[in-house]
């Protein structure tokens, strides 16, 4: 069975940093994507970033570029992948959600991280940023 779990969320002054952690277990899939979407009361569900499992690439949103960096670390039948989340703002608040999409790769130079590709998903983690 699928597990994704998040966790690393908490509360953070402006400015401040926090570390998502997605441990990921119970699949054999050779290519994939993990990804981190957000969601913050009263919007849509945004996605924030990903990193392909064969080639590495990464994905991130023009709102977080340069701010936040995806890495993951596979080890025995558990691969977590990490958000560290820089510089952050009031409107990073929401509940982050990390997501894989089975046999799919995202482009670093995609226009968005399309949910409906995502098969599995995460229970949420929330983040909130005080200004």
């Known amino acids: 069975e699928v597990q994704l779990v998040e966790s690393g969320g908490g509360l953070v002054h402006s400015g401040g940093s926090l570390t998502l952690s997605c441990a990921a277990s119970?699949?054999?899939?050779?290519?994939?994507?993990i990804g981190w979407f957000r969601q913050a009361p009263g919007k849509e569900r945004e996605g924030v970033s990903s990193i392909n499992s064969g080639d590495g690439n990464t994905y991130y949103a023009d709102s977080v570029k340069g701010r936040f960096t995806i890495s993951s670390d596979n080890a025995a039948k558990t691969e977590t992948v990490n958000l560290f989340m820089g510089n952050l703002k009031s409107e990073d608040t929401g509940v982050y959600y990390c997501?894989?999409?089975?046999?799919?790769?995202?482009?670093?130079?995609?226009?968005?991280?399309?949910?409906?590709?995502?098969?599995?998903w995460g229970q949420g983690t929330q983040v909130a940023v005080s200004s």
């Open positions: 997501a894989l999409a089975v046999n799919k790769k995202v482009s670093p130079g995609s226009m968005g991280l399309p949910a409906v590709i995502f098969d599995y």
């Open positions: 119970g699949f054999t899939f050779d290519d994939y994507v």
